[in-house]
């Protein structure tokens, strides 16, 4: 864990962000009193899910294919 004050982190911030990738805790202070935490993110995963990763997750009924009511089609075209 590495202490410094407000200023010195503004001045060489890209120093202590580099610090912080690497693992490094950075305690930010002011007037020597701790007030902020500067540390890495977790790192996402590149992994996407592949097709069908959600099968049988999601169920679509079969009214979803019936057709909308004239009154709710209104809004998109305008009549309402």
Do not use: W
Not at 1 to 25: C, D, F, P, W
Not at 49 to 78: C, N, R, S, T, W
Request: contains cysteine.
């Amino acid at each position: 864990m590495i202490k410094v004050n407000i200023h010195e982190a503004k001045t060489h911030l890209s120093k202590y962000v580099k610090k912080a990738q690497k693992g490094q805790r950075i305690v930010l202070c002011i007037r020597n009193v701790p007030v902020a935490e500067l540390r890495s993110l977790p790192k996402e995963s590149d992994r996407k899910a592949g097709y069908g990763a959600a099968k049988g997750q999601v169920v679509i009924h079969p009214e979803f294919f019936d057709p909308m009511p004239d009154e709710f089609l209104a809004y998109f075209d305008g009549r309402k």
